[in-house]
């Protein structure tokens, strides 16, 4: 176990080798992406709320310089209570987008016009890419700083992407390019990809806790 000190990030820190390393880095990473796995195939979505948990606590771990930053699923409670933050937050900056697709659906079922309808899509589509941008630059300071009232401060999750946004960008291609990768579970065996999918999203909370705590951009 480390210090609690907070750890000093640089940009040139951000690479893919030690992003991909990164959950598998130590026994323990490697034992709790396992677990992980083994958690969405057998109790979804249980399972998925405790490896959203699960990586917020790592993301804090990791940024407090203890190491390894994985340290398990326990206490399970806590572990699941920040999973269900997390999935709320996701939910209410999704909402926007979620609401005007639905609208858009409503309207081609009551045959409006594709004006309307075209225009219900790409406003949904804008603020689903705004979501997903703005997600991160919450969800990791949520991690680190354990202060949830910044979950619902989307402005300023906005204004902090920005301004980090070079290493906030390449947080953005390691962590999809991570994500893609992960499909690759389904060549060996479909239930491969639950355990490469716990892998991939925990390179990507190692990226962002780098891109947003990182001294200079």
């Keep these: 176990m480390g210090s609690n000190k907070p750890c000093i990030f640089t940009p040139n820190q951000l690479s893919l080798k030690q992003a991909f390393l990164f959950p598998v880095n130590s026994q323990q990473g490697r034992e709790d992406v396992l677990t992980g796995g083994l958690f969405l195939i057998l109790f979804l979505p249980v399972g998925w709320v405790l490896n959203m948990g699960h990586r917020l606590n790592t993301v804090r771990n990791f940024y407090a310089g203890q190491h390894p ?32 697709a639905s609208s858009a659906l409503l309207g081609f079922c009551f045959q409006a016009g594709w004006v309307i309808i075209a225009s219900l899509l790409f406003c949904s589509f804008v603020f689903f890419v705004l979501g997903v941008f703005v997600l991160p630059g919450c969800m990791t300071v949520y991690a680190v700083e354990e202060d949830a009232a910044v979950l619902k401060q989307p402005i300023k999750a906005f204004k902090r992407a920005w301004a980090k946004r070079k290493c906030y960008a390449k947080a953005w291609w390691i962590g999809l390019l991570a994500i893609t990768l992960s499909f690759l579970g389904f060549i060996p065996y479909v239930l491969g990809w639950v355990f490469t999918s716990v892998w991939a999203w925990e390179v990507v909370g190692y990226v962002f806790t780098i891109a947003l705590y990182s001294i200079d951009d």
């Design 69 to 100: 930053a994985s340290a398990g699923f326990y206490p399970i409670d806590k572990t699941f209570n920040r999973g269900l933050i997390a999935l709320k937050t996701i939910l209410l900056y999704l909402s926007p987008a979620m609401f005007l």
